[in-house]
């Protein structure tokens, strides 16, 4: 089998969700007292975690008062409190169980007595305040998948079924005809290209591609229209009517115009323990998101609001039916809004198959 090129990211995000882990519930430390800066602020530690719907003290010190003015708070670049005293004080950051989850960067501001911006930073991390459901995945009906495709992006577009997949040589976008696994019409991408994610919005498809920072954009007889550019990896792709929804392998999801390519807003994922990495191939379903977590039999069912993980989903029982020689990891699912009826697969698998998550 070929070496899969994302296994030592893989490992690096473990790495970095295990470091969050082991930090979740140190609350903050607070930072060294310089007394030779008018003001600072001193705790939270920077990468400190708390639990959203918990207040956080964000404790600013003032060293030296005279001539300092300006002060302020910004969360995520956004003003939070300004007009603040010139004075030693605490203020709280106030979360509720409608915040997002992940990372929130701190910035305290202030002009010095000689009129210059003055700025102390910190990254801090919240994790949810809900326990995911444990749900599994049962296997209703089973069909033939073809062997060669390298499963990378699966979507029902009215009532057609539609693949991307991956590998350098071996990518393709195809019709495929869900009965039999026949590819009913194919197009290749450059040798150079390893595709990844597909979508369908507005009679146009969309198929993004792993390190390559490209995005295709098909007319539904395959044509290519327009190309937009990106920066990072490209893994999976949805949309919700309106914008396309994409993952990069890390905890971030994030939202993008279908006429530009531009970023619209984002989320992290986290539960309640770590940070949730390594998100793959994504399908909207009924308002939540479902995604593939590369290199895991399960799915996680994550809130497009907040980023919380609402469930994980077992899918041993599919990785054990869908076994094979030569198979890779599990990655596709295809929900049909017609029909109201959930497929999966996998990366090289000779099956594909209907379930439900109960």
Wanted: with cysteine.
């Amino acid at each position: 089998m070929k070496l899969n090129p994302k296994i030592f990211k893989v490992l690096l995000l473990a790495f970095v969700s295990v470091t969050l882990m082991n930090c979740a519930g140190d609350g903050e430390e607070p930072e060294q007292i310089d007394h030779s800066i008018a003001a600072q602020l001193t705790s939270p530690g920077n990468g400190a975690t708390f639990t959203v719907s918990n207040p956080v003290d964000l404790n600013i010190k003032v060293n030296k008062p005279e001539g300092i003015s300006n002060l302020a708070i910004y969360i995520n670049d956004v003003l939070y409190k300004g007009d603040l005293a010139a004075e030693t004080q605490t203020v709280k950051l106030v979360t509720d169980a409608t915040s997002k989850v992940g990372k929130y960067s701190i910035k305290f501001s202030y002009t010095d007595a000689g009129g210059k911006s003055r700025a102390d930073y910190r990254d801090v991390y919240f994790f949810s305040d809900i326990t995911p459901v444990q749900k599994t995945a049962e296997i209703i009906a089973t069909y033939p998948h073809a062997k060669t495709s390298y499963t990378q992006g699966l979507e029902f577009y009215q009532g057609k079924l539609f693949e991307g997949t991956g590998q350098y040589n071996q990518s393709i976008l195809a019709e495929v005809e869900l009965t039999t696994g026949t590819k009913l019409r194919e197009t290749p991408l450059e040798g150079t290209t390893f595709g990844e994610g597909i979508t369908i919005l507005n009679d146009k498809i969309y198929q993004i591609t792993y390190r390559k920072g490209e995005c295709y954009v098909y007319d539904m007889d395959f044509n290519v229209l327009n190309t937009f550019t990106y920066d990072g990896e490209g893994w999976g792709l949805c949309n919700d009517g309106k914008s396309l929804i994409m993952s990069n392998g890390s905890s971030e999801i994030v939202w993008r115009n279908p006429e530009t390519f531009a970023v619209e807003r984002s989320i992290d994922v986290f539960d309640d323990r770590i940070s949730v990495g390594n998100l793959n191939e994504l399908e909207l379903i009924n308002g939540s998101l479902f995604m593939n977590l590369y290199t895991e039999n399960r799915i996680a069912e994550v809130d497009t609001a907040t980023g919380k993980v609402i469930a994980y989903i077992d899918c041993q029982a599919i990785a054990t039916a869908g076994a094979d020689p030569g198979n890779d990891v599990l990655n596709g699912i295809a929900y049909n809004p017609e029909t109201g009826k959930i497929y999966m697969t996998g990366k090289w698998w000779p099956k594909l198959f209907e379930v439900r998550f109960n």
